[in-house]
């Protein structure tokens, strides 16, 4: 998982109700989030480890009425796939989620798209016969891109919508100017007091920036925000840089040894989480005449 998915799963759990707030706009129904799902308990089709981004759980208020599970997924670019994916996940979620005491009720089931940067282009997967029966599969869809960011900030403002709307703002229209971005930090420094949130806050809007194409403005208008040190986030970040040196390694010895790395000399790779060793084996990689070469520094 890349960084600007982490940091999306990051900001949504952050505060928890407002994607699946936004998300839910215009339903007509009223949701309120109660819970995420812990996804690892129920393996999606694909293997043991396919989950879903995050689910989820909302309740309608009413005390007969069966609770909801929102399925999220964060893209950053379209994905042919995605619909296939997510009709997959509310079929397996209907299907083997269970809630209350005696745990044997179905939730009721739906997706959400969270579209980081570029449009989701279809909502709608419809397999129905002419007759109409058949399967209809459709995601509540947002594209963050096309929200205005003035006014997003002017909800915040005005108390209609939580703070954690705030990690979502650069990624909107508008979020490249200066006024905007000025009124995002008097807002993120009087709203969100405690000073590690708020160091979280920060860091996932510099992450969002770069991914819209907005690094330099708002770097050069967060130099001095108070950026304090954050362990969750430096620790994913940190990690999602170290994946990458992993996938550089294996991508070189692809392309120097086609066919060569195998199975194993691949998993070795991939779990390494020393950056100094993978930068020595890239750099061997890059230099040495043949691939059982690089196999004896491997296995040192």
Known sequence: MGVFD???RFAAQADAGVVPARLLTGSGLA????????TRTIPLPGGPDRTADL??????????????????????????????????EVAV????ARHGADRKGKYKVTTGLVYTRDRCPDDTLDMRLPD??????????????????????????????????????????GADQEAP?????ELATSGVKDRVRRGDLAVVALVFAELAG???VWKRALEDFDMTESQVVNEWISRAELR?????????LNTRFPGKASAEVTKIISEQESADLLNHWFDTAASVPTFDEFLKVLKQ
């Open 6 to 8: 982490q940091a999306a």
């Open 31 to 38: 949701l309120t989030f109660r819970e995420w799902l812990d």
């Open 55 to 88: 689910v989820a759980a909302l309740d309608t208020g009413a005390t007969n009425d069966a609770p909801w599970l929102l399925v999220l997924e964060f893209q950053a670019q379209p994905d042919a796939d995605k619909l296939d994916v997510t009709l997959e």
């Open 93 to 96: 979620l209907r299907s083997r």
């Open 132 to 173: 109409g029966s058949g399967t209809r599969h459709t995601t509540r869809t947002w594209n963050v891109a096309e929200d205005d960011a003035s006014k997003a900030l002017d909800a915040v403002t005005a108390g209609s919508v939580s703070w954690g709307m705030l990690f979502w703002v650069p990624l909107m229209a």
């Open 181 to 185: 971005i000025a009124r995002w930090k």
């Open 214 to 216: 907005r690094s330099i």
């Open 244 to 252: 990458k040196e992993q996938q550089l390694v294996v991508r070189l």
